[in-house]
């Protein structure tokens, strides 16, 4: 099927969107700037996800950037223009990145994020905030915003869940960047992968999903996993069991089972 922009993905200055085997992919595309963001940065990636979202040509999205680092964080121009704003005009700023996040974390598809280089503050955000992170053994990975007297508010909201308090407070408190190899330890990327192979093992690996695994159990299995913390322990139980019950029943569920009887191979 021909992947087809709409003319405000096609209008789009600093992101471009392509689908190709089945794999969206979003870039940053501001390498003069380091992909750093601002408002209108935010805008367009929100753009991109709603329409990867709902573009029947991509199971698994991609985030990536251009050039050689993958996101500093926010503009040093939009940093300057924030300090006008007045508390209405600054909470309106942060929900606005706040949404840009929970997209992300609750979008029905698989993300993967393919990080070329550094990222920092708002980029490393990008970067926890998506299902899983490839990233190459010389990216830098920091919340920096304590020595510049800010917060990493909306980021520690995920980072809590995902990482737990302690290395949270290490990386928020201390605002000092971390190897690749230190976030791979922590937990806040998933694998490691040598530059010249990075993309081709983002592509294999969502190729593998594509193939491998039910679109319907990735994107449940997503929102289950979303919702789960918010649930007490027997809440969260009786959730999960009414989620298996209901998966039972799914039209992807009764073919898969009945292919792995047969020993058929499934093509998902």
């Not at 992919?25 to 929100?46: G, M, Q, S």
């Not at 791979?184 to 491998?212: S, W, Y």
Request: hydrophobic share 40%; with cysteine; glycine share 6%.
């Amino acid at each position: 099927m021909e992947n087809l922009l709409t003319p405000e993905l096609e209008a789009l200055r600093y992101i471009q969107y392509e689908a190709q085997d089945r794999i969206g992919y979003i870039t940053l595309n501001r390498p003069d700037k380091r992909n750093a963001l601002n408002a209108d940065v935010v805008t367009e990636l929100k753009q991109a996800f709603e329409f990867a979202e709902n573009d029947e040509d991509a199971k698994v999205i991609v985030l990536r950037s251009a050039g050689e680092v993958f996101c500093a964080g926010a503009d040093l121009a939009y940093i300057q223009e924030l300090q006008g704003y007045g508390y209405t005009d600054n909470l309106e700023d942060s929900t606005h990145l706040m949404q840009l996040f929970h997209q992300i974390y609750t979008l029905k598809k698989v993300v993967i994020a393919q990080v070329q280089g550094h990222a920092l503050a708002g980029g490393c955000g990008l970067a926890a905030i998506c299902d899983l992170t490839f990233a190459v053994p010389e990216a830098k990975f920091g919340y920096t915003e304590v020595k510049i007297g800010f917060l990493p508010a909306i980021v520690s909201v995920f980072l809590l869940r995902k990482i737990g308090e302690s290395r949270t407070k290490q990386l928020l408190l201390t605002g000092d960047p971390v190897s690749a190899q230190t976030a791979l330890d922590m937990g806040l990327i998933t694998f490691l992968a040598p530059k010249a192979e990075l993309a081709e093992n983002v592509h294999t690996f969502a190729q593998r999903l594509c193939r491998e695994n039910s679109a319907q159990s990735m994107e449940v299995t997503k929102e289950m996993l979303a919702h789960l913390p918010e649930l007490d322990l027997e809440e969260g139980l009786r959730y999960a069991a009414q989620r298996n019950a209901e998966a039972r029943g799914s039209e992807d569920c009764r073919k898969g089972i009945a292919a792995f009887l047969s020993k058929e191979k499934i093509g998902w």
